[in-house]
């Protein structure tokens, strides 16, 4: 599963907002008055089919999934520009330390859309810079397997005018 604690810790870091500033959206509870941003999560789509990665002679195995998903990222603010805030946030994603944070959670940032202007007036009295932009992200998840090991084999037949017999062959007198 995607670390999105790591993601949401760097997001607010960028934005240079209070962790408790940027939320889930749609969670519960009424809306925020102060600057903050949220996050959304959609489209999660499987890249390619599963890789199987055999870790020892017992048969333990871990599969990998490979997931690309779009996060959504909209910035209330009251004053000044979301829109620069964002694209800020967005220069600062290549940052390296970023990149590496991001890289050993196994999170890749693979497209930035454009951002959108949703500026709005409240209540008719004051203006309130909104904006918002979807980030393509990759990230893996990795489910532990057992496989069935063959225990014993023996082959049999010919090579050309020769019979082989192998005899039976032992997993342990191979691996030991």
């Known amino acids: 599963m995607i670390n999105t604690q790591i993601v949401h810790d760097t ?3 960028l934005l240079g907002l209070p962790l408790n500033r940027v939320i889930n959206a749609y969670s519960v509870g009424g809306r925020i008055n102060d600057d903050h941003a949220t996050l959304r999560y959609f489209e999660h789509k499987r890249e390619v089919l599963p890789e199987t990665r ?3 002679s017992e048969g333990n195995a871990q599969i990998r999934i490979i997931w690309n998903a779009t996060l959504e990222v909209q ?26 944070r991001f890289k050993s959670n196994d999170i890749v940032i ?20 909104r904006a918002l932009v979807e980030i393509g992200i990759r990230f893996t998840d990795i489910i532990s397997d057992i496989l ?8 049999v037949g010919r090579t050309g005018d020769e019979a082989v017999d192998t005899g039976l062959i032992r997993k342990e007198e191979i691996n030991g």
Do not use: C
Not at 148 to 155: G, K
């Open 11 to 13: 997001i607010a870091e």
């Open 54 to 56: 055999l870790l020892d």
């Open 75 to 100: 910035l209330f603010i009251q004053h000044g520009s979301a829109v620069e805030l964002l694209r800020t946030m967005i220069n600062q994603l290549d940052l390296y330390r970023i990149d590496n």
């Open 110 to 129: 693979v497209d930035v859309g454009p951002i959108r202007d949703l500026t709005t007036l409240l209540a008719d009295k004051h203006w309130e810079s």
């Open 148 to 155: 069935d090991m063959i225990e014993t084999v023996q082959i």
